[in-house]
């Protein structure tokens, strides 16, 4: 599904990811953890294409393509999803209108034919349900106004809709209370199938009680110093980051 | 320069001394008016940012015998609604009546030529009365005054059709100078919504100097939209300016794309106390585009009330001009003026001038002002290609989005579903069609 190989990037010309190599199949699900500043989000937000990270070595193939050589919307399109960790307000474009056209889109993209927006009300009813989100924030501008939670769940409702074959999220926990939480995670674990992947970036082992991983990465400085299974988690919650990263020169940043 | 006009005006009043009175006499104060003034530069501080050297180097020619070739056909996209609107159509600078539907205003609601304005009593000696100051545009406008629309509201009267005032230039109109003129007089509790456009139908250059003068009674409302659609080789002055009556609202909305030069003055004096002024607007342009708005609103009354929000899209090597003054008298205590100016800049080359001014004499009042200048979000462009929406249509949503606001205040939804179209057909790339639906 998706091989990621020595990948290097940077930001306004400060190298962040220093040489990441990671293989995800067809339905497994992958958490990134790893402290602040260790380059998590910027996986994330390279895998999705944005322009503001510039790639400076190493390879990505997704279904055996090259995932870098893609626009983002073409990512997109080809089944790769990033549940963002501040989603973007969109003032004056409604939430049904925006998720209407992805939809669309995508569907134009695998040969489909466009739905109109009574169809898509059938689609989009089911989904709801999954995130427990009222069918009044559709009409709402995106993000415009959601508490943070709502953010989260609008964010896992596009995932839901768009069916992603490959699905980043990108610390979906943070901000969460924990019944929110609960429900953001149990609609990604309805959403698990064979065929779909997720990569799960997230800073608290929490949210990894709720989505099992069946595989812990852990980033530190921009690579990866430490991989296991779930019990890896459990590790890191006892003992903090500092008996794996102090080899290690933190990238800095933010990110 | 100057001298050009004068010598048209000797020969156009000369063919014309069969004018009435009131007519000849507004012409004659008008041309001196001209003359003393001549053309401004861009050392008069109201021209600062535009420089009105094209218009005034310019040999434009004057013919009030406009003769037309434009049929229904070409007017028919810029129509609002269903057949049912109330049209009067001007082909360069000519009442075209086979264009125009001039019934079905009902009782106490007068439309006519504003040459024949003489047909309501009184109201010919309105014309002119509303101007405060007549510059150099004006004067001009007022020393030809060949036509133009007059409407007149009586009392308490609610014209429940829209009136819409459309003004051509087609292609015998190339190189010609045309001088709308307009009288909309709305009586005591009167209300009506009219709509000017100014269309050109030819890719040749001509010059649209225009003047609208708006007299609201106690308690009167006007909904005015003005839509500037000239072709893009055009040059377009056109003032609006309105004095209210106490309790009156007097509701204005500007929407200009076209043009190679223009400029849009709205200047409204809220009169009577608890008035209100709502100034609306939303300009964009591409390639050298060059579009100016001056506002002025000035309150003379107490307890009175100004809203304005005017939005630019700026793409190419455009150039935007905003000059909102909102001046508040020493007697208008306890005015409540609001005034926001928000342009985004689609290309590095596009340029705006934004300022705000406001004049405050009166010690008791809440007066606000704010602009910005900036760029498409580029994170929320990545977010909207990161769900598969490409990114042409991810950037049209985002101006869509940034102009939604604005366009929303059009309280016609007509002409509101007109202007959103065009909104979102603004800046589609070359070689794919706008889709005519809402985002929102």
Known sequence: MLAIKDLKASVGGKEILRGISLSVKAGEVHAIMGPNGSGKSTLAQVLAGNPAYEVIGGSVSYQGKDLLAMAPEVRAQAGVFLAFQYPIEIPGVSNAYFLRSAYNEIRKARGGEEVDPMEFVDIVESKLKLVDMDAAMLQRSVNMGFSGGEKKRNEILQMAVLEPKLAILDETDSGLDIDALRTVADGVNKLRAKDRSFIVVTHYQRLLNYIVPDFVHVLSGGRIVKSGGKELALQLEEKGYDWLVDAHVPAGAGV | ?440
Not at chain 2, 108 to 115: A, E, I, N
Not at chain 2, 290 to 304: F, G, L, R, S
Request: hydrophobic letters at 40%; aromatic letters at 8%.
């Open chain 2, 1 to 440: 320069m100057t001298q050009r006009y004068l010598d048209q005006h000797a020969r156009f009043v000369a063919a014309n001394s069969g004018a009435p009175d009131w007519v000849t006499r507004a012409r004659r104060a008008g041309i001196e008016r001209f003359a003393a003034l001549g053309f401004p530069t861009t050392k008069d501080e109201d021209w600062h940012f535009t420089s009105p050297a094209p218009i005034a180097e310019a040999e434009f020619t004057f013919d009030s015998n406009g003769a037309s070739r434009t049929a229904a056909a070409d007017v028919e996209p810029f129509r609002f609604g269903d057949a049912g609107w109330v049209t009067m159509v001007f082909v360069n600078g000519r009442l075209q009546q086979d264009l125009s539907m001039l019934s079905g205003l009902g009782p106490g609601v007068t439309l006519l030529p504003l040459s024949a304005a003489s047909a309501v009593p009184e109201l010919d000696k309105r014309v002119g009365s509303v101007l405060s100051d007549q510059p150099t545009f004006t004067a001009l406008n007022t020393a030809f005054m060949p036509d133009g629309a007059a409407l007149h509201v009586i009392r308490d009267v609610k014209v429940r059709v829209p009136v819409h005032l459309v003004f051509i230039v087609d292609s015998l109109g190339a190189d010609r100078v045309v001088y709308p003129r307009n009288l909309l007089v709305l009586e005591r509790g009167a209300q009506a919504t009219v709509v000017e456009s100014y269309i050109g139908l030819t890719d040749a250059r001509y010059f649209t100097n225009a003047v609208t003068e708006v007299s609201l009674g106690d308690g009167a409302t006007l909904n005015h939209i003005k839509v500037q659609r000239e072709s893009r080789r055009a040059y377009h002055v056109g003032t609006t300016e309105a004095i209210q009556g106490r309790d009156s609202h007097f509701v204005s909305f500007s929407f200009a794309i076209g043009g190679a030069l223009t400029r849009t003055n709205i200047h409204t004096k809220l009169d009577g106390p608890g008035c209100g002024a709502t100034l609306n607007g939303l300009y964009m342009l591409d390639g050298e585009q060059h579009c100016d708005h001056q506002t002025k609103i000035e309150h003379v009354a107490p307890n009175c009330f100004s809203r304005e929000v005017y939005k630019g899209v700026l793409d190419g090597k455009s150039h935007g001009v905003f000059n909102g003054k909102v001046y508040v008298h020493p007697e208008a205590q306890k005015t409540d003026g609001k005034q926001t100016n928000n342009t985004l800049l689609l290309s590095k080359d596009a340029q705006m001038d934004t300022k705000p001014q406001l004049e405050i004499f009166a010690d008791d009042v809440k007066c606000t002002h704010g602009a910005t200048v900036g760029k498409l979000d580029e994170m929320a462009l990545f977010y909207m290609k990161s769900r598969g929406v490409d990114a042409e249509m991810a950037k049209r949503l985002l101006i869509y989005a940034f102009a939604a606001d604005v366009l929303e205040t059009i309280a016609n939804a007509d002409v509101k579903l007109a202007l959103e179209r065009d909104t979102l057909a603004r800046f589609v790339a070359e070689g794919r069609e706008p889709r005519g639906e809402r985002f929102a």
